[in-house]
């Protein structure tokens, strides 16, 4: 092809044929021009559709990242529920019920609310991934990026709440076991081939009645309460990012 573009160049020149050898040259410009944008124009649109593709496969491990979030999320605010009660049963506070006494208190249901603490939170490993990656621009659904933003955000706030009731726990609330109670008795729950008929017996309701250690399982309990509307808030969040992705990966179909 080359060669046949020169063959005529060379004709028009030694025909003396200089206005047409111009417009030729001006057309065979505008013809390598041509060829050049095509060329440019299908790598684009290569280059568009690979990012496509890409993108695709990062919603799709998104999701399913995102669902196994939200069975881990239920589960913990289920686990932090269940805390809370066992607070409200041992400090006699529920409005439907009368005040406790020792006998209804078990060893079981007093570790369970002084001991227990959750500090997990949902995995995100997919996002964190990507993030580290930098592929996470290749999502062009703005409001999927937004909506991850704020789930971080959620997070570090849950973060805080965690730590702050952690350190509450460490500091204050532990101090009850180690020096208001008997522990061996509540360890029969975890290690049951251990014989604890000649341990003390705990008066959970005599203990319960002490202002200190009401006071701090009351902060126990707020802090708790704190714990579970973070956790629900970051649950909403996931719920909301799993929604978007799903509409976007349908829209791709």
Do not use: C
Not at 134 to 141: R, Y
Request: hydrophobic fraction near 35%.
């Amino acid at each position: 092809m080359i060669k046949f573009f020169r063959k005529i160049r060379y004709q028009l020149l030694g025909e003396g044929k200089t206005g047409k050898y111009l417009k030729y040259a001006i057309g065979e410009i505008v013809l390598v021009v041509i060829g050049i944008l095509i060329a440019l124009s299908i790598n684009n649109w290569n280059e568009n559709r690979k990012n496509s593709i890409e993108e695709k496969t990062i919603l799709e491990s998104l999701l399913e990242n995102l669902k196994l979030s939200k069975i881990q999320s239920e589960l913990l605010i289920s686990e932090e529920n269940s805390l809370k009660q066992s607070l409200i049963q041992i400090l006699g506070i529920d409005s439907n019920s009368t005040k406790m006494n020792s006998k209804i208190i078990s060893d079981s249901t007093f570790k369970n609310a002084a001991w227990e603490l959750f500090s997990d939170q949902p995995t995100f490993n997919a996002y964190n991934n990507l993030k580290n990656t930098n592929k996470l621009s290749l999502i062009k659904n703005k409001n999927i990026n937004e909506k991850f933003t704020e789930l971080e955000f959620r997070q570090n706030k849950l973060n805080d709440i965690l730590d702050d009731r952690l350190n509450v726990h460490q500091i204050r609330i532990d101090d009850i076991l180690e020096k208001n109670i008997n522990f061996i008795p509540l360890v029969k729950s975890n290690v049951p081939n251990i014989n604890i008929e000649n341990e003390p017996k705990n008066n959970y309701s005599q203990l319960l009645e002490t202002k200190r250690v009401r006071n701090l399982l009351g902060m126990k309990l707020t802090l708790t309460q704190d714990v579970i509307n973070s956790r629900e808030n970051l649950d909403e969040e996931i719920k909301g990012l799993i929604i978007l992705i799903e509409e976007e990966l349908n829209e791709k179909k």
